[in-house]
């Protein structure tokens, strides 16, 4: 039973984004019905390749604003935003809520677990969120954006 | 896949002539093979990118080991006049004076063959390693600050090493024009815990032996013999380096527009170098230059420190002294040569090592008379090479050469090359013994996902922009 809760979980995950292959790092370009669930995914998506996300059980939340000069501006200040978490303050993320999202600005909850080595396992290591090749863009059946890492 | 249209000038070089947007032809120094592996990325389209920025002089410069990277490409070099030219955080990389130093021993293989795993464990245990590694000390924000002003002379001072690794260390371990002002609390913060960690991914520390000498002479002046231990030593400025370089990228991003540039790629962004903002980014990136140096100095004496122990010799008996330091991703304000006339320029090096020559006056004392030392490290399982700088290099390249081998195999690809085998086991038939943090870090590593270091060296021995000295044998690795 347990098996297949974990198994709808990864496909929930997966469905989200695709990893992109380069040679010397990683890419993912991610989905959403909108906005909002498209900036949500690429959180999710971020802490999916970092880390085992059924592992995570928040035990801390915070609000965050970010700002940006547009849609891809802010994907990737937002991405830093979380990224920041995990490689300065090791807080691993859970979820993140958006309740509010324009183009150049957005606020969001997150929902957090400090990180403990002996619970948790870190999968890669993502080191910054480039803005090469940073796309977002409405598609015919949601809204998608490429982002780039560097590992 | 590049569409350039590609002139040979001899068989080591390569040119781009200007087109479009080009205020400079791309020049590439590569063999015909390592070309044809270039041409299949997209890194020549990055020197073309490169070569249009403004105040770009003489040509947008393409070392063999050239790959794709963000923005510019890595194993680049590009120099910018002071009063026309631009500064960029992605023309010196994430990683801020990233670089190699290299420590050789009065031991020689046999002292330390049958006690090699014992060394390499305790080596291991001594260094901190891996994502996110804290170092032993945490530092208070103030005397953070110090060791952005001070660099490896900070280390030195704290008691980790010795005067003489300060005057075999590039620039002194230390360049001036540091503000510790201009940093973030985000990167101060980052910073604090990570000194004198060595970090994951391809960096490491190595336990070599001397196993060919080229160059007889020089070898004698840099201390090298045959069959010779030797240390060397991989690592940059861990997460204060990259909040730099995020922080930068962000303030340049949003004024890059007030330059009228049309960039091809937002990471690519920039400020002139003569305006705040240039200056700001120049400022802060040294800060995180000299965090590199305390941080390699901090790892050179935790490695003393366990030779000594595990061998049970004292330092004159074991005498590792610091052969040089080399940085590869950095920006520096240099005079050269440029079409006839000396001039000061900006050099940006990412991906690419230092390499001036005999007599010039940047290279310690000792080295002086026969040029600078360059250290370019190898995948773990073949070897690295120690090479000397030329003056060729300074009419060619701004003194500047290739930095290592270079990925070919992206990290999922190796991950799914090494399936079902046991790297380590393959590394100790070898004669390597390896220990490591990240549970896919052996994988990603593998020496196939790297070029081959040699080709790449030849490349640069025969263009003549540096000389073969040393190839040095790995017997020993730690990784992150």
Known sequence: ?151 | MTTANIEKIDDYCWKIPKTGAMRVPGVIYASSSLLEAIKGEESLKQVMNVASLPGIVFASLAMPDIHWGYGFPIGGVAAFDLETGIISPGGVGYDINCGCRLMTTALCEDDVKNRLEELVVALFQNIPTGVGSTGRLKLSIKEEKRVLLEGAKWAVRQGYGEDSDIEHTEDSGCMTGADPDVVSEKALERGRKQLGTLGSGNHFLEVGVVDEIFDQKVADVFGLRKDQVTVLLHSGSRGFGYQVCDDSLVAMSRQVKNLGLELPDRQLACAMIKSPEGERYYSAMICAANYAWANRQMLTHWTRETFQRVLGIGPRDLKMELLYDVCHNIAKKEKHVVDGKTKWVCVHRKGATRAFPAGHEAVPRVYRSVGQPILIPGDMGTASYVLVGTEIAMTKTFGSTCHGAGRVMSRSQAKKASKGRSVQRELLEKGIIVRWTGRSTLAEEIPEAYKDVSEVVEVVHEAGISKKVAKVRPIGVIKG
């Open chain 1, 1 to 151: 039973m347990l098996a297949i809760f974990y198994i709808i979980i990864l496909m929930k995950v997966l469905s989200h984004y695709r990893v992109i292959d380069h040679t010397a790092d990683l890419g993912i370009e991610v989905f959403g019905q909108d906005p909002v669930s498209l900036f949500e995914n690429a959180a999710e998506a971020l802490f999916d390749l970092i880390t085992d996300l059924n592992r995570i059980e928040p035990a801390e939340s915070r609000t965050v604003l970010v700002c940006g000069q547009d849609w891809a501006d802010l994907m990737v200040n937002w991405l830093r935003e979380l990224l920041y978490m995990w490689s300065a303050e090791e807080k691993l993320l859970g979820e993140a809520r958006l309740k509010k999202l324009e183009e150049n600005r957005l606020s969001a909850t997150l929902y957090l677990e400090s990180y403990t080595p002996e619970k948790h396992v870190i999968k890669t290591e993502i080191k910054a969120v480039t803005y090469h090749q940073i796309r977002v863009w409405p598609s015919s059946s949601g809204w998608k954006a490429q982002i780039i890492f560097d590992t």
